[in-house]
Nanobody, 126 residues
Framework: QVQLVESGGGLVQAGGSLRLSCAAS????????MGWFRQAPGKEREFVAS?????????YYADSVEGRFTISRDNTKNTVYLQMNSLKPEDTAVYYC??????????????????WGKGTLVTVSS
């Protein structure tokens, strides 16, 4: 069983930055593909980024965040991060962390993932 707890959300002005963290329980963190998703009010949840197991060699981003967001992982701290720069009002959403035993490339298209966090709210004002 893996528990995921997100933190780092808040209110920021357009053009600003935030760093989200997701702390995972358990001793097998490095064996999971990790990812970030988001859900804006009135919209479906969407893929943001994913990072492969162990050293995180394989990384994938949604087109909407490519070049602005950076996902990374620290296996010594059982934590995955999402650095968000040049934030836009349309980035406003609840951001969720996810862990899965599948491949990072496949995470964006999977209907179900192994574990989810409860989310952290990011609000970007114009």
């Amino acid at each position: 069983q893996v528990q995921l707890v997100e933190s780092g959300g808040g209110l920021v002005q357009a053009g600003g930055s935030l760093r989200l963290s997701c702390a995972a329980s358990g001793r097998t963190f490095s064996m999971y593909t990790m990812g970030w998703f988001r859900q804006a009010p009135g919209k479906e949840r969407e893929f943001v980024a994913s990072i492969s197991t162990w050293s995180g060699v394989f990384i994938y981003y949604a087109d909407s965040v490519e070049g602005r967001f950076t996902i990374s992982r620290d296996n010594t701290k059982n934590t995955v991060y999402l650095q968000m720069n040049s934030l836009k009002p349309e980035d406003t959403a609840v951001y969720y962390c996810a862990a899965d035993s599948g491949r990072a490339q496949a995470m964006r298209n999977k209907n179900t993932l192994d574990y989810w966090g409860k989310g952290t709210l990011v609000t970007v004002s114009s």
